[in-house]
């Protein structure tokens, strides 16, 4: 069964109609290909109060993640990550330093993205940058790990398991996820 999906964008000038959301509709896809289940998909402004809304509303109705694209940079509105953080119980470091080592070699401004991934309750939440090719390209980077996650988080321990034993044979000299 596919785990369930929505995608938030966060942008002022979207959501006042002066420019076209490409970065949700791009999310809404890479995961659709990927198995995952994209029921919902907003745009809201940079507001702190309606992202954390969307966010908890999206946590209340049970989705196995969530991706936000946009309010990750350094202006004063973008606060995406502080928004994520009053959400969720738990971060996963991992998930955004891997999307930022990713590409700091070919694009140093990509350390300067503040993105987090935390969890609440049984939902993965990963904040990414808001252009639709960083979406694209943040979400290659993590969606390898995306699907055991949310079956660690929801407690689908034969998924996990099965996963941990196909790791186990396909390399023993590799590290254990």
């Known amino acids: 069964m596919p785990h369930l999906a929505a995608v ?4 002022d000038l979207g959501a006042q109609g002066q420019r076209e959301d490409t970065a949700g509709p791009a999310a809404t896809q ?3 290909d990927a198995g995952f289940d994209v029921l919902e998909r907003a745009l809201v402004p940079d507001d702190q109060v309606k992202i954390v809304e969307h966010l908890e509303d999206w946590v209340a109705r049970d989705f196995a993640l969530i991706v936000t694209s946009g309010g990750t940079g350094l202006t004063e509105r973008d606060r995406t990550p502080e ?3 009053v959400v969720v119980e738990y971060e996963i470091p991992g998930i955004a330093e891997a999307m930022r080592a990713a590409f700091v070699d070919r694009l140093p401004t990509a350390m300067l ?5 935390g969890v609440r309750k049984h939902t993965l939440i990963v904040n990414l940058p808001g252009s639709e090719k960083a979406v694209r390209e943040n979400l290659e980077v993590i969606l390898p790990a995306l699907h055991h996650a949310c079956d ?7 998924e996990v398991a099965e996963t941990h034993a196909s790791i186990q044979k396909s390399d023993d000299n590799e590290p254990e996820v």
């Open 30 to 32: 890479v995961l659709a």
């Open 152 to 158: 660690q988080i929801r407690g689908e321990t034969g």
């Open 8 to 11: 938030l964008t966060i942008s």
């Open 113 to 117: 993205s503040r993105g987090i991934a």
């Open 83 to 85: 928004a994520t953080r």
